[in-house]
Nanobody, 125 residues
Framework: QVQLVESGGGFVQAGGSLRLSCAFS????????MAWFRQAPGKEREFVAA????????EYADSVKGRFTISRDNAKNTVYLQMNSLKPEDTAVYYC??????????????????WGQGTQVTVSS
């Protein structure tokens, strides 16, 4: 059974940076595509970024493009989300997700099979 554990969330002022980590365990990490989603209070969980199994292809939501970077280290079974130039509207619980191998990187929640418990990111103005 796959387990995902996020870390790195916290409180930061607007314009600051945070790096989230997601540790993957339970199966071989490398075939899985990985993604980050977020959910703000009163809103639906939304796609943030995704990365292909070998890191060669990434996708980003328009709202974070140019500010966030997703990466992975298959030797460490970990996926990262570097968040720069943070804005108050980035405040949310951030979730790591894993999905089986596909050539594409879908953005729908239903295309991911495993989820972490989430880590809170709060950006003050």
């Amino acid at each position: 059974q796959v387990q995902l554990v996020e870390s790195g969330g916290g409180f930061v002022q607007a314009g600051g940076s945070l790096r989230l980590s997601c540790a993957f365990s339970g199966r071989t990490f490398s075939p899985y595509r990985m993604a980050w989603f977020r959910q703000a209070p009163g809103k639906e969980r939304e796609f943030v970024a995704a990365i292909r199994w070998n890191g060669g292809i990434t996708e980003y939501a328009d709202s974070v493009k140019g500010r966030f970077t997703i990466s992975r280290d298959n030797a460490k079974n970990t996926v990262y989300l570097q968040m720069n130039s943070l804005k108050p509207e980035d405040t949310a619980v951030y979730y790591c997700a894993a999905g089986g191998f596909r050539v594409s990187l879908p953005r729908s929640r239903s295309s991911y099979d495993y989820w972490g418990q989430g880590t809170q990111v709060t950006v003050s103005s």
